[in-house]
Each structure stands twice: as structure tokens, then as C-alpha cells.
Nanobody, 125 residues
Framework: QVQLVESGGGLVQAGDSLRLSCAAS???????MGWFRQAPGKERSFVAA????????FYADSVKGRFTISRDSAGNTLYLELNSLKSEDTAVYYC???????????????????WGQGTQVTVSP
């Protein structure tokens, strides 16, 4: 079973940028891949997704225009570029993939069957 490993998190100041990566342990096919985040005391929420078939991207309103999701040409690494970071972006960021599931509900965490362990992003005011 494919495993996903996130990296690139850290402590930054408001206004800074980060690039998160999500590397797969082996080649695989997925329908959607996405990024979710979970702040302390809150539920895991949708950040961004990419359709691995047609390349369409989708974003939560709170990050639209600041974050960019992309994949490498081989399709085994997912990225999330975070710009103009705000303190409210502080959370553990998880990557996810629809490896078994084929669902158009790209923003619903229950529609993803494969998850990474998460990487912490902390933004100081």
C-alpha cells in the first residue's frame, strides 16, 4: 500500500512563505490528491485539491490566491506553496489521496483513503 510522507513545515512569521511536499513511497494512480489542515481544537478541514486526471485545482476560500497546489511530472510528489502566511494558517497539514476511492467530493476528508502523517506549520504574528 502506498505511503505518503509530508515535509517542509516549520515556524515562520506572518507574511512569509513555505513549500510543503508530500512524497509517495511508490508509483500509484489517484483520482484526486489534496491538502487538509487541522488546528488545535478544530476539525480537519480542506485546503486544496488537484484532479490527477485533468489537472484541475480547487481551493478553500480562505487560501485562494495565497496557496498553490501542484504535482511533479512523475505524479509521485504533491506540493503546496504557501504564500502571505497568516497566524490563522497555523495547523498540522496533511496530504491525502484517492487511491481506491474515485470521488468528485474533493473537499470531503472522508472521500480520501490514503493519508500522510502531517507536518506542522506555525505562523507567528
Amino acid at each position: 500500500q502506498v505511503q505518503l510522507v509530508e515535509s517542509g513545515g516549520g515556524l515562520v512569521q506572518a507574511g512569509d512563505s513555505l513549500r510543503l511536499s508530500c512524497a509517495a513511497s511508490e508509483g500509484f494512480n489517484a483520482y484526486h490528491m489534496g491538502w487538509f489542515r487541522q488546528a488545535p481544537g478544530k476539525e480537519r478541514s480542506f485546503v486544496a485539491a488537484i484532479n490527477c486526471v485533468d489537472g484541475n485545482t480547487f481551493y478553500a476560500d480562505s487560501v485562494k490566491g495565497r496557496f498553490t497546489i501542484s504535482r511533479d511530472s512523475a505524479g509521485n510528489t504533491l506540493y503546496l506553496e504557501l504564500n502571505s502566511l497568516k497566524s490563522e494558517d497555523t495547523a498540522v497539514y496533511y496530504c491525502a489521496a484517492q487511491v481506491i476511492y474515485v470521488s468528485t467530493a474533493y473537499s470531503q476528508k472522508d472521500e480520501y483513503d490514503t493519508w500522510g502523517q502531517g507536518t506542522q506549520v506555525t505562523v507567528s504574528p
